[in-house]
């Protein structure tokens, strides 16, 4: 159980599998680039080196015998369909984030993701008034499930990366956040306990904010599963 003495200053949202359900899209967008070629993608593929994973990693771990130029081709295919889908929110994102932004806790967006996509995304779900740091796929070197991206996040409004509260779905996403020192909750299933999840949640339906009267305000996930933030008006430039 998490000790909700310990005060948290921001939180920190994934995109695909957070904020949307974008996993079907992204799966058939990287199995059409495959047939293209003449590959066959398999599950492990997927779950290696798709799912929380930038582009150019899937690119370089799977079409690295295609010539540049069909590596470009693969990845401007991906680019148009991830940007042309329709998406569904996850359950309870949306008016998350709005809650806490009324509440004047800052929230971000940390994704493998490109600044397009996040702007449609942050639009859709009618936030992007609520977004105070964005780190996107061209922000790091080295992405998920590296801590670059969540210690980055951390530096852009100037407290520790122990100091937030990250969900993530994907395996090198939990890695991510747990080696930067972030308190990650994940959304899906138990096995991402494993990789560094604390607590995990189907969707945020059950999510709440409490504020109170000290400036601060309880977010709860479930039973016995909460933490303390206090707010905060640093912003990103």
Known sequence: MFNSIKRMTAVLFDMDGVLIDSNAVIEHAWREAAKMYGKNLTQDDIVQHIH???????????????????????????????????????????????????????????????????????????????????????DVSRGKPFPDPY?????????????????????????????????????????????GASVTIPDFTGVTVIPRTDGEAVIAFCPGHQVVVKTCTQTSG
Not at 123 to 138: G, T
Not at 164 to 192: M, N, Q
Request: aromatic share 4%; hydrophobic share 45%; glycine share 8%.
């Open 151 to 195: 210690l980055l996040a951390a530096q852009r409004l100037a407290i520790p990366a122990s100091q937030t509260l990250v969900f993530e779905d994907s395996r090198s996403g939990v890695t991510s956040a747990h080696a930067a020192g972030a308190y990650c909750v994940g959304i899906g299933g138990t096995e991402l306990l494993k990789y």
């Open 52 to 138: 929380g994973q930038p582009g150019p990693h899937t690119i370089q771990a799977l079409f690295s015998d295609l010539p540049l130029s069909d590596q470009q081709k693969v990845q401007a295919h991906i680019i148009h369909v991830e940007n042309t889908a329709e998406y569904d929110p996850i359950p309870g994102v949306a008016k998350l984030i709005s809650a806490l932004d009324v509440t004047g806790i800052c929230v971000g967006i940390v994704t493998s993701g490109w600044k397009a996509k996040i702007d449609r995304v942050a639009a859709m779900l009618q936030v992007k008034e609520c977004i105070s740091v964005i780190v996107e796929r061209d």
